[in-house]
């Protein structure tokens, strides 16, 4: 009987031995190295640094879960309603389809997946990529990177997808995080580096009897008459190849790097200037660039422009602090003679953008904005008598179109009451003469271009 218990034990111990089975009762130590996957998604770049860090330290395999249909800048935008990852991700439901496979999901037992965080989520595809597989026994560890969200229950509601995978708790990075945060955080989670060949060899399983201990004394070893072979004093060290860090100017264009990693959309922050590095790792440089929903102009140095007017093919624009090209009505204020209010087309009809000049019609009301190169070009006038297309017309000194009986009182000799249009007959806003009817009274505005066209005749 005893021997039939132990041979089950050597046959368990056997077992799990062959089919690395560990604790997975536990959160502590996952054997690390070759047995590790680090899948992850990026879509504009921040993630996958950190993936990156992971592998090298573990001397893991990196695996990019790829969408099959790539995400644009308009997907990307969170601010629509309507756009793509807004869709996918009011819909639980929704799986994008991914590019490629992991070859041998089977070698791993740790796999790690990175994210980043999709309005308080992990991304759908993560969720195609957890139905991929079968993750029955393997320990799962995620992590994401957030604008400012944490993980949340981004990393728990992933659970059902992979039921019987062992999951740690995930955690949450900002953009930008250090090798060296990453290695401190899989530290903790006892994820450590390979070590060559870590797998211990199975204990053979005794066949025969033990070979009885000889009791006589053994025979001492003769000790070698030939001198030993001296060892060198000093071992030297193979110095590693230095990790390629900050600016490299690599097959035609500016390429950044950050601990050998190359970075790929990503912003770079460098002696006070921002620089954007692209998709495919080169700087963008001379020109407008649509990041993330928004448009940026660097110029040729690469450097983002800020807080500053544009000027281009003819075109003025104005970007704010943040580098993004304003939209709307805008108030400038660089301490300059030209500050004031402006406004830069919303629509997109081809000149989204444009300081625009002319009469503008804005939540309801009309203003004017100096079609003039008199130092002013496109500011808003206020306070102001218009004349254009051969009529005059009056804005307040909050730029609003007048309508009706007004006083105007500039400190002119043409100070007086005038009869703005209010009818919309294609006079709106229009300086009226002659005979007019206003309330139930008689009023007349002068007809004549005598030094007061248009003011209230009164007393005579
Ligand atoms: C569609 C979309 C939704 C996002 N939602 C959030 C969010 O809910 N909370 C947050 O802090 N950041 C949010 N972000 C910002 C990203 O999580 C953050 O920039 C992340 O680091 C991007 O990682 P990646 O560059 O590897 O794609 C969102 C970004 C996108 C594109």
Sequence with gaps: MKQVISMLCVMALAFSLVAGIGDFGSASAAEAGSNVLVAYFSATGNTRPLAGYAADILGADLYEIVPAVPYTSADLNYGSADSRTSTEQN????????AGRVEDMTQYDTVLIGYPIWHGQAPRIISTFLESYDFSGKTILPFCTSGSSPIGTSDDNLHVLAPNAHWLNGTRFPAGTTRAAISAWLDANGITAATPDATPAPTPVPTAEPTPVPTETPTPTPVPTVEPTP???????????PAKNGWQWESGGWRYYSDGMMVRSNWIDD????YYI?????MVSNGWKYISGAWYYFEKSGAMVSNNWKYDAGVWYFVGADGKMFEGFAEIDLGRADDGWYYFNEKHDGTFGHMMTGWRYIN?????????HDGTFGRMITNNWVHDGGDWYFV???GKMY???????????????????PNHDGTFGHVLTGWHNIDGTMYYFNPNHDGTYGRMVTNR
């Design 278 to 282: 692209d998709t495919n790792g080169i």
């Design 231 to 241: 060892v060198p004093a000093v071992t030297p060290t193979p110095v590693p190849a």
């Design 271 to 274: 002696a006070g200037e921002r």
């Design 364 to 372: 309801g009301t009309w203003y004017y904005f100096n079609p003039k």
């Design 403 to 421: 309508e009706g009986l007004t006083e105007i009182d500039l400190g002119r000799n043409d100070d007086g009451w005038y009869y703005f249009s």
């Design 91 to 98: 819909d639980p439901s929704a799986r994008p389809a991914i």
């Design 396 to 398: 307040g000194p909050d």
